[in-house]
């Protein structure tokens, strides 16, 4: 089970960036996904995540009404489109499997891979 986060980068307070988890030799969408961030010194956050079965999402508060994760099957990725970033969304971003996805986030990462850097700054 490998899995690819990308679409990180260098943007301005307020612009927008979309990341995408990509797998590897298994079928996405059979598979509850998370989206976590850590920036240097602080503890890893569970930023948002989805459902295999009904497709419910969680968000954290520090992202909710910025921040949308979505599914798209045919290209087994899942994405995070991240608007109105702030400084503090400054971090690396890993997409993770995990067990499930509730109202009170998204349970310990099973399986990730390489995270993306997400910066901004102005």
């Known amino acids: 089970v490998q899995l690819q986060a990308s679409g990180g980068g260098l943007v301005q307070p307020g612009g927008s960036l979309r990341l995408s988890c990509a797998a590897s030799?298994?079928?996405?969408?059979?598979?509850?996904i998370g989206w976590f961030r850590q920036a240097p010194g602080k503890e890893r956050e569970g930023v948002s995540c989805?459902?295999?079965?009904?497709?419910?999402?969680y968000y954290a508060d520090s992202v909710k009404g910025r921040f949308t994760i979505s599914r798209d099957n045919a290209k087994n990725t899942v994405y995070l489109q991240m608007n109105s970033l702030e400084p503090e969304d400054t971090a690396v971003y890993y997409c993770?499997?995990?067990?499930?996805?509730?109202?009170?986030?998204?349970?310990?990462?099973?399986?990730w891979g390489q995270g993306t850097q997400v910066t901004v700054s102005s």
């Open positions: 989805i459902s295999s079965s009904d497709g419910s999402t």
């Open positions: 030799r298994f079928t996405l969408d059979y598979y509850v």
């Open positions: 993770a499997s995990i067990l499930g996805c509730s109202d009170y986030g998204p349970s310990p990462p099973l399986y």
